[in-house]
């Protein structure tokens, strides 16, 4: 048998970048071996004739520290052309841990991803104690690859105990953190993640830990990549501020590592943030130093109705008005004395989430026939075609029907025109699908079908080969995977089949997979045919076949040791 599968007359859209070509693609020993015009026999042959046939889609910025440990596809990411994830981001992981600090770290988990306590509890077998002991834990169980990042949170609770969401560290204990970075390193992480978003809590209310840690300890983390000339640091720092670049550039000045920070995306509230944004991220790169943005591929959409609403959480007398009874909300809103007050509230200038703006806030479903003509229109429309102040039309039709009338509003990535820009730009890495995190709240497993569907195929801001190339090789490059996020001969097998006029997300639903059933959000993607783990198909048509060829891709510190050992 000259292959173990063959895969033939696909479109080969290779990760690079170049022109796509029709060619088949010959598979053996988990390594593709030839690309072109292949003649010989195979164990398994697929015919891809009209789809595209690319390397399995890297994502880099999960939450499935947990997850893959009782769900070895960690669903539904295989199912969206993904075939390696990326664990230990935004400062959180399972390891390093010492015995009896396992809670310490699972109260960050629960409240900043918003995994259920008991899915945690269930699921989490604490057999490891090193980072590297936690990578053996996989070997052999995985559906999909997995590499992970080690967190600045775990590493900080080994050192201080409780102590580390307390107070600063001394200098014996960062450099007990500095050994544990290390070790992590040589054990196989990828890089190191930090976490200083002013909103991430512990499930007790006391800030995750790496929030205590001054610049110096950061530094003196990160120091330890720097010095082994190894791995990625990622971060996050909380509300975006243009100020934040000047840590970045540093950061990266003193490493010369590449560093990741979130998030880069056109939001109605601050129209024109992402360009200073992309401005003074191109300073730091034109001066020969990375820090790659962040940036996400669903827009953040919210249906709403006056019954249920946060969407107006930033304004005093809105928020009070929505934590009243039914019956005294409908006659608040139709005071108007309380509507003088909810028109100032939002003239106050302070920066917010929601962008005031009435022509993006829509009419999605009434409920009375007469109102019908509204449905689409924009609360701006809508207002004209009644000849009403757009605050009144709303709270109008909304008190008409009894509060039930849907609204449909989204704060983030709505422009077109400058999305295109973001995901265009060599200095954003496209990617945040929090997978894992936030189970009840959201499920963004398909950030890449929604790349392919919505930015490339209906909006056209990028070419397919562009974007493939952004989902693949661009991640891999910069997270130092070695033979992966390109078709090469004696590059790993990992391949995605999909249908280039059909591929696309659908809207999450509930599922009961979690640990001892609990509840969380999945999502289904269309237009994905095959997915294929070092040679071996591991999800057909949307139905995974229970193969493991999953590998735990280990980093350069670890590879090195064992090239010379
Ligand atoms: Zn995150």
Same mark, same amino acid.
């Given at each position: ?56 889609? =890297? ?26 994830? =990326? ?148 971060? =996050? ?72 609403? /946060? ?143 919505? &930015? ?21 490059? =910069? ?30 639903? &509930? ?49 090195? /040791?064992?090239?010379?050992?």
């Amino acid at each position: 048998m000259d292959y173990d599968l063959l895969v033939r007359r696909g479109r080969v859209v290779d990760g690079s970048g170049l022109p796509s070509f029709v060619a088949d693609v010959g598979v053996k020993n988990g390594k593709i071996v030839e690309i072109g015009r292949l003649k010989g026999s195979a164990g398994r042959t697929i015919d891809a004739e009209g789809l595209a046939v690319a390397p399995g889609f =890297i994502d880099h910025h999960t939450h499935l520290d947990a997850q893959m440990l009782w769900d070895p596809y960690g669903t539904c990411e295989p199912q969206h052309g993904v075939t390696t994830v =990326i664990m230990g981001n935004c400062g959180l992981a399972l390891a390093p841990v010492k015995t009896g600090d396992e809670d310490s770290l699972v109260k960050s988990f629960v409240r900043v991803e918003a995994i259920p306590r008991f899915a945690l509890e269930q699921g989490v077998k604490w057999a490891w104690h090193s980072y590297g002991e936690y990578l053996d834990n996989f070997e052999g169980k995985l559906g999909i690859n997995v590499g992970g990042l080690v967190g600045h949170i775990a590493v900080r609770h080994h050192a201080m105990g409780e102590e580390a969401v307390e107070r600063k560290a001394t200098a014996k204990e960062v450099q007990q953190m500095r050994g544990l970075v290390l070790e992590a390193m040589e054990g196989g992480a990828l890089g190191m993640s930090t976490n200083r978003n002013e909103r991430h809590m512990r499930e007790d209310g006391k800030p995750v830990s790496s929030r205590l840690a001054d610049d110096d300890e950061l530094f003196a983390l990160c120091d330890v990549l720097a010095d082994r000339n190894a791995g990625v640091i990622e971060t =996050i720092l909380g509300r975006n501020k243009i100020e934040h670049f000047e840590f970045y550039r540093a950061l990266a000045q003193r490493t010369q590592r590449p560093i990741l920070w979130q998030s880069l995306q056109h939001r109605w509230a601050e129209p024109e943030l992402w360009r200073e944004q992309l401005d003074a991220v191109e300073r730091i790169f034109r001066d020969g130093y990375q820090a790659y943005g962040l940036s996400h591929t669903v827009p953040l959409v919210r249906r709403f109705d006056l019954k249920n609403c /946060q969407v107006f959480d930033e304004f005093p007398t809105w928020k009070n008005l929505f934590f009243l009874p039914e019956i005294v909300r409908k006659q608040a809103l139709a005071d108007p004395q309380t509507r003088q007050k909810m028109r100032n509230d939002l003239a106050d200038p302070r920066p917010t989430n929601f962008h005031r703006r009435w022509d993006i806030v829509r009419v999605e479903k009434v409920v009375k026939p007469e109102n019908q003509p509204y449905v689409g229109k924009t609360i701006a429309e809508m207002a004209s075609m009644r000849g009403q102040d757009p605050l009144d039309a709303f709270l109008n039709l909304a008190l008409d029907e009894d509060l039930a009338t849907v609204f449909w509003n989204s704060n983030n990535g709505g422009d077109v025109e400058a999305m295109g820009e973001i995901l265009r730009s060599p200095y954003v890495l496209i990617g945040t699908s929090d997978a894992g995190a936030h189970v009840q709240f959201g499920a963004d497993f398909g950030y890449c079908t929604v790349l392919l569907g919505m &930015w490339v195929r209906e909006r056209r801001v990028m070419s397919l080969e562009q974007a493939i190339y952004k989902l693949t090789f661009h991640v891999a490059s =910069i997270f130092g995977l070695q033979d992966r996020g390109l078709l090469r001969p004696g590059f790993a097998a990992d391949l995605t089949l999909f249908d280039p006029k059909t591929v696309n997300s659908y809207e999450p639903e &509930w599922a009961t997979d979690y640990p001892a059933g609990s509840k969380r959000l999945i999502q289904r993607s269309e237009g994905i045919h095959y997915t294929i783990v070092n040679g071996k198909v591991i999800v057909e048509n949307g139905q995974t076949s229970g193969e493991l060829p999953g590998q735990v891709l280990r980093g350069p510190l670890y590879r090195r /040791q064992k090239a010379a050992a």
